[in-house]
């Protein structure tokens, strides 16, 4: 299974200098359709979404997370977003247990 990132340009290419395919977008309209393209590929595990996009389409991404088993659907900070992300208590939502 691979990871796929859906985000800001410049975020899409860290990632994937990290190895995670990066799809960049520059309007909701382009995040809603890469993540419907996202949702149809067999191979992606994992689609880590840009909060900075993700929060335009909020009721579209909490409807997934509930419908969807695979890919999982996580929300990674984006450049806007306050840098400021408690780590811990993302990965314990994740894996639903406390560390």
Do not use: C
């Amino acid at each position: 299974m691979k990871i796929l990132f859906i985000g800001d340009g410049t975020l899409s290419q860290g990632y994937s200098l990290s190895g995670v395919k990066g799809i960049p977008v520059s309007s909701k309209e382009d995040f809603l359709k890469s993540l419907e393209s996202a949702l149809k590929m067999d191979d992606v595990g994992v689609i880590l979404v840009d909060s900075d996009y993700s929060s335009m389409a909020r009721e579209v991404i909490s409807s997934l997370k509930i419908k969807q088993v695979l890919p999982v659907i996580i929300e990674v900070p984006g450049r806007k977003t306050s840098a400021e992300v408690d780590l811990k208590s993302i990965i314990s939502r994740m894996m639903g247990v406390k560390v």
